[in-house]
């Protein structure tokens, strides 16, 4: 599995750098050295160099040398290996992982299947659809979300009382 870090935009100068919008929460993973993937393809690239251009990252592959060059790999997304993320803390999860997961009420009553992330300002939400396609929506707190089990394929949940 692969999960997108990045979307690669337009050269920047004319030594072959380009810039690339951020997608990641942990960007200093992308440094001098890596192996990276880009595209639909997933094409190997090394990074030679990476430096911040404001909100933006400019990095330098070691397979091009001009903004020519680089210029073909514009709008295509940036890749890493899922097997390469971090570790989070006890209790944190990545999206992919929660993704698909099946919704049980405290009873043991499927809801539904884990559809969608929303990120609001206050907390995430989480769009759990039922097998009619009905969506229920709960929002990300220790008094909804109750236990997720990543080896069951499982979240436990509390749907608030006025849902």
């Known amino acids: 599995m692969y999960l997108a870090v990045g979307l690669l935009r337009k050269p920047h100068g004319v030594k072959g750098e380009i810039s690339m919008q951020v997608l990641t929460d942990f960007p200093e993973r992308l440094r001098k050295g890596k192996v990276i993937l880009v595209g639909e393809d997933h094409r190997p690239l090394k990074i030679e160099a990476v430096r911040w251009h404001g909100n933006s990252l400019l990095l330098k592959f070691a397979e091009f040398s001009d903004c020519d060059e680089v210029g073909v790999l514009r709008n295509l997304m940036v890749y890493v290996s899922a097997k390469e993320l971090p570790a989070l803390p006890e209790g944190e999860y990545y ?34 659809k039922d097998e009619s396609g009905k969506e229920l929506l709960l929002p990300v707190t220790d008094e909804v979300i109750l236990r997720v089990d990543l080896a069951a394929g499982e979240m436990v949940v509390r749907p608030p009382e006025w849902l």
């Open 95 to 128: 999206y992919h992982q929660l993704i698909g997961l099946s919704v049980v009420d405290e009873a043991g009553q499927t809801l539904g299947e884990l559809a969608e992330i929303l990120e609001t300002r206050a907390n995430d939400v989480y769009v759990v």
